[in-house]
T-cell receptor, first 111, second 116 residues
Framework: QKEVEQDPGPLSVPEGAIVSLNCTYS??????FMWYRQYSRKGPELLMY????GNKEDGRFTAQVDKSSKYISLFIRDSQPSDSATYLC???????????FGRGTSLIVHP | GAVVSQHPSWVICKSGTSVKIECRSL??????MFWYRQFPKQSLMLMAT?????????EQGVEKDKFLINHASLTLSTLTVTSAHPEDSSFYIC????????????FGEGSRLTVL
């Protein structure tokens, strides 16, 4: 079993929909949770970063962490075509904080 | 802030030649830089970690003689693919972090290498 599992999709939604992207993990040592967005042929960019269980909101994005279930989610409200990208979850661990990445979920928001 | 510049963004080379990719942190000092490789529709595969002034630490299965990494300053790391072969064709991405934000990685734009 991989440490971080993420459905690759693609996930196709109409503009304006609420999008839910998810990751599960197996290592209970993970304490920090990050979401990166990667546009095609570009490097990833950090979207959100959260530590504790519960919700963290930033504009149209909400990150949710459930440590008891080892499950994290990223919600996108009022999705836009410009949100079309691959979303990767990442979890740094250990003293070196090198993150373990999920394989990414491809999101397509069509007008 | 936290901008990482990677160059070139794409390169085509002949089999057997060497290619150098540069990664620069433009507005912060990168105490650690990471080099990743990414295949289509796959996640990021960590190749090596480099700390400024030290030898790079390579992940298992990555040939250190083929992928030479140098991190000579706090703002520059280079990856040289030596004697490139078509199977080395891939998307290479660097990332950097600064000492005071060890959990946050800032990525370059990536470099697409095609070996003919």
């Amino acid at each position: 079993q991989k440490e971080v599992e993420q459905d690759p999709g693609p996930l196709s939604v109409p503009e304006g929909a609420i999008v839910s992207l998810n990751c599960t993990y197996s290592n209970s040592a993970f304490q920090y949770f990050m979401w990166y967005r990667q546009y095609s042929r570009k490097g990833p960019e950090l979207l959100m970063y959260t530590y504790s269980s519960g919700n963290k909101e930033d504009g149209r994005f909400t990150a949710q962490v459930d440590k008891s279930s080892k499950y994290i989610s990223l919600f996108i409200r009022d999705s836009q075509p410009s949100d079309s990208a691959t979303y990767l979850c990442a979890m740094p661990s250990g003293g070196s904080y090198i993150p373990t990445f999920g394989r990414g979920t491809s999101l397509i928001v069509h007008p | 802030g936290a901008v990482v510049s990677q160059h070139p963004s794409w390169v085509i080379c002949k089999s057997g030649t060497s290619v150098k990719i540069e990664c620069r942190s433009l507005d912060f000092q990168a105490t650690t830089m990471f080099w990743y490789r990414q295949f289509p529709k796959q996640s990021l595969m960590l190749m090596a970690t480099s700390n400024e002034g030290s030898k790079a630490t390579y992940e298992q299965g990555v040939e250190k003689d083929k992928f030479l990494i140098n991190h000579a300053s706090l703002t520059l790391s280079t990856l040289t693919v030596t004697s490139a072969h078509p199977e080395d064709s891939s998307f290479y991405i660097c990332s950097a972090r600064e000492k005071w934000r060890p959990r946050e990685l800032f990525f370059g734009e990536g470099s697409r290498l095609t070996v003919l």
